[in-house]
């Protein structure tokens, strides 16, 4: 049986919580990591939350939306990390540096 | 200063759309503006019938066509056109042009063609991968607001951005002026009356406006006359005039004149009689604001003579016309009025008629559209050369000439610009191309003329600027 590609997994340390999303978070990508990206981000308080966008080339509007909810979520400021150029242009252009620390 | 919250949640809903936007190849791009420009048109009809409805104004059926210009006609000019990524290179000259999208467009609707401009403008702003705001005249709230949701959900079913297209309820004043001004726009499109393409010029956004028509039709002596009058007629009474390009004042060449009042009268157009005129004037103008009445944009011949009181009218006349015997703020039918009215002149001369056409250009009209009926080339330059108008329209009628597509090869648009002379910046039809930045890559190409140039020459004052050119040239 053909294995549905992973999306996206997560890495836990006591002070953060990364999300490492692993391909093009397109709408029907962000429907697959909708679900198992809130329960973390539900149980995350009192740690940073962490998006790892190394392997992502594009963003969709929902995937700004994670963005938010991740701001919200958490301790201190979301931080997005690893962005390739086409997707730190979406950031800034959305004005997410407002909202997150784009390294 | 605090934003209101429907203004930031709007721009920041927009923000985020342009954004995303921005990642959109060409090939994305048309199977959205496809999508789009078929959704609008299979509800052509029932936008047609809702706004007719909501306004009181216009034919629909006559908003059916204007509905098919702004989504058929309008799709087949920019179908085609690149307007992602790299769009033009040339190796010669080294300049490589990319097109860039300019972000978040406000879009002002105006009340004479609710869906048709709303259509129109969403399918230019969605090829140009720019996120847009309909904000719609108070009086068509209902069908511009039905015609966003139309085009948005087809935009989506082709996975556009999230609130690619949004519909902003005029609120308060304050909420639209602020949302005008507010940094994060990047153009207001505004087409509308004086007031609000003010506002859109005052308010620090760039912007693209439209300017007030008071179109002077010339019908010169080797017209095709029966062809002229039914062109003219076709026009004014499209839409019952709502067309801000309709003609305003007919100028006839006196030798001419007996064969088209003969015309006009076959077609049913009624010549008011001077107390007839007097009575329409307290309708159709507003004296103190100097300004056509609102109350008769877009009625019918029927309705305005029940306004006017006008008994002698039958109820199958096309046009009102009113003989007129000057030009100006005293002669209120002299000024656009956007309904089935004519004013009418005579000039016993070519050069009286093209003077009575720069006064009715330049009383409330400069920079919009001008028209001639006329099979004399020479006469038809001589005629445009003195007007002020972005676009002057030869043998066609005027409404449907100037939005083009259907009579001439100008791009369809319902946005007509008028120039600095209307406080625009272009006089061009307004299309998709307007709605872009153009970025260029530049690769070295060296002037080899400035290496001819010695600073010493340059530094010295006494050097001629004969000399300094000659030297420029020099076996070039």
Known sequence: ?103 | MEVSPIVDETLAKACGAAAVFTQFDQAQVDRIVRAVFLAGLSQRVRLARMACEETGLGKWQDKVWKNVLATLYVYDDIKDVKTVGIIAEDPVSGITEIAQPLGPILAIIPVTNPTSTTLFKILIALKTRNPIIISGHHRATGCCREAVRICYEAALREDAPEDCIQFFDRGSREETRELMSDRRLALILATGGESVVKAAYSSSTPAIGVGAGNVPVFIERTADIPFAIDQILLSKTFDNGTVCASEQALVVDSEISRPVREELLKRKAHFLTPDEIRLLETVAYDRERQVMNADIIGQSVGKIAAMAGLTTISPDASILLAELDGIGDKIPLSSEILAPILAYYEADSLNNAVNLCIDINYHGGIGHTASIFSNDDEKIKQFALLMNAGRVLVNMPSSQGAVGGLFNTLPTSFTLGCGTGGKNITTDNVTARHLLNIQRICRRRVNERTGQLAEKMLFDENIAAAAIEKAYYMNY
């Open chain 1, 1 to 103: 049986m053909e294995q549905e590609e992973k999306l996206i997994d997560f890495k836990e340390s006591a002070e953060e919580l990364t999300c490492v999303f692993l391909n093009r978070m397109d709408t029907p990508a962000t429907v697959k990591v909708e679900k198992a990206l809130r329960e973390q981000l539900a149980s995350v308080s009192e740690r940073r939350i962490v998006f790892d966008l190394g392997k992502v080339d594009y963003i969709a509007s929902s995937f700004l939306r994670f963005c938010v909810l991740a701001s919200k979520a958490g301790k201190g400021k979301l931080a997005i990390i690893n962005i390739m150029p086409a997707v730190r242009k979406v950031l800034k252009i959305a004005g997410f540096e407002t909202i997150a620390e784009l390294r």
